[in-house]
C-alpha cells in the first residue's frame, strides 16, 4: 500500500530559526511530491513542488528531494508565527491521486 | 496559481436531507478532481476521484449512492451528500488537477453541520 509518513509533532521552534520538516514515501514510482500548508479550519495550500533530486528554493522555503532514500523535507528559514500550521507532505504518480501524509504541525513561538 | 472555487463554504442542513457541493476550477480546465474529507484534528482522507464525462472512482469504505458525485464539465463538479446524518458532519474539500498537470489546487472547502 502506497503511504507518505510524517511525524505529527508538534514542532516548536523559536522566531526566527529553521523548521525542518521530513517526509517519506512508500512508493518508489512516486514521481513527484509537493508540501501543502493548512491553516486550522481552512483547506490546503500548495507551497512547494519538487520533481527531481536536490535542493529546490523559494524564498524562505527549501524542498529537499532524495529519491534514493525515498526522503522528500521541507525547511523553513526565518520562521515567522505566521507559519505555524499543519505542513502536509504529498506523492504523485500518473494517474493516480495525490498521496498526503498526516501531516506535521508546526507552532513558532514569539 | 491556479483557482479552485468551492461553494457553499459552509451549509447546515437536517438530518435526512440532501445536500450539493460544488467545485469549479475558474481559471484551467480539470479532468480530474477529487473529493476529500476531514474531520476535525484529523488528516485529509481521500473520498473519490471525478473524471470528466466518466463515473467517479470511489475509495474503499465510501458509499457511492451516499455521495453522488457528477464531473459534467471540464471545470465543474458536484458532490452531493444524500440522506444527510449528523455523522456525515465534516469538513468537504474539492481539489482539482489541470489537464495534462500533476499540481492539485484545493477549493475552499466546504463545512457541513448536519442537525
Known amino acids: 500500500q502506497k503511504e507518505v509518513e510524517q511525524n505529527s509533532g508538534p514542532l516548536s521552534v523559536p522566531e526566527g530559526a529553521i523548521a525542518s520538516l521530513n517526509c517519506t514515501y512508500s512508493?518508489?514510482?512516486?514521481?513527484?511530491f509537493f508540501w501543502y500548508r493548512q491553516y486550522s479550519g481552512k483547506s490546503p495550500e500548495l507551497i512547494m513542488s519538487?520533481?527531481?533530486?536536490g535542493d529546490k528554493e523559494d524564498g524562505r522555503f527549501t524542498a529537499q528531494l532524495n529519491k534514493a532514500s525515498q526522503y522528500v523535507s521541507l525547511l523553513i528559514r526565518d520562521s515567522q508565527p505566521s507559519d505555524s500550521a499543519t505542513y502536509l507532505c504529498?506523492?504523485?504518480?500518473?494517474?493516480?491521486?495525490?498521496?498526503f501524509g498526516k501531516g506535521t504541525t508546526l507552532s513558532v513561538s514569539s | 496559481g491556479a483557482v479552485v472555487s468551492q461553494h457553499p463554504s459552509w451549509v447546515i442542513c437536517k438530518s435526512g436531507t440532501s445536500v450539493k457541493i460544488e467545485c469549479r476550477s475558474l481559471?484551467?480546465?480539470?479532468?480530474?478532481m477529487f473529493w476529500y474529507r476531514q474531520f476535525p484534528k484529523q488528516s485529509l482522507m481521500l473520498m473519490a476521484t471525478?473524471?470528466?464525462?466518466?463515473?467517479?472512482?470511489?475509495e474503499q469504505g465510501v458509499e457511492k449512492d451516499k455521495f453522488l458525485i457528477n464531473h459534467a464539465s471540464l471545470t465543474l463538479s458536484t458532490l452531493t451528500v444524500t440522506s444527510a446524518h449528523p455523522e456525515d458532519s465534516s469538513f468537504y474539500i474539492c481539489?482539482?488537477?489541470?489537464?495534462?498537470?500533476?499540481?492539485?489546487?484545493f477549493g475552499q472547502g466546504t463545512r457541513l453541520t448536519v442537525v
Open positions: 481539489s482539482a488537477r489541470a489537464t495534462g498537470g500533476t499540481e492539485a489546487f
Open positions: 512508493d518508489r514510482v512516486s514521481q513527484s
Open positions: 519538487i520533481y527531481s533530486n
Open positions: 504529498a506523492a504523485y504518480q500518473a494517474g493516480t491521486a495525490l498521496i
Open positions: 481559471d484551467f480546465q480539470a479532468t480530474t
Open positions: 471525478s473524471n470528466e464525462g466518466s463515473k467517479a472512482t470511489y
